[in-house]
């Protein structure tokens, strides 16, 4: 089995600064794009950002682009989004999203989700 599993969500005002990780666990044969999305209340999953598995390629929201970071590391099967200048309008739930190759599908890489984190700003 892979699991996906987020840390650091949590209330902050605005203008501050919160720091997300996920961490790929499991039967993890290779790791392809790894990203973030989030949902706040009412409203679709969207996608914040996303990275390709060499760490060049990085694609943004036009809302979080200049305040938001994402990153790998390979090595530790995990992705991170630095979020700063947080406003009001970033309160959502946050998953991670992988594509993963398991061990015991070699060949195939399937989409993953991890369970969620709580971000909520408050004005």
């Known amino acids: 089995q892979v699991q996906l599993v987020e840390s650091g969500g949590g209330l902050v005002q605005a203008g501050g600064s919160l720091s997300l990780s996920c961490v790929a666990s499991g039967t993890v044969f290779s790791i392809g794009t790894m990203g973030w999305y989030r949902q706040a209340p009412g409203k679709q999953r969207e996608l914040v950002a996303s990275?390709?598995?060499?760490?060049?390629?990085?694609q943004y929201a036009a809302d979080v682009t200049g305040r938001f970071t994402i990153s790998r590391s390979n090595a530790q099967s995990a992705v991170y989004l630095q979020m700063n200048s947080l406003k009001p309008e970033d309160t959502a739930v946050y998953y991670c999203?992988?594509?993963?190759?398991?061990?015991?599908?070699?060949?195939?890489?399937?989409?993953?989700w991890g369970q969620g984190t709580q971000v909520t700003v408050s004005s």
């Open positions: 990275i390709r598995s060499s760490g060049g390629t990085k």
């Open positions: 999203n992988a594509l993963i190759e398991s061990s015991r599908r070699i060949g195939v890489r399937d989409t993953y």
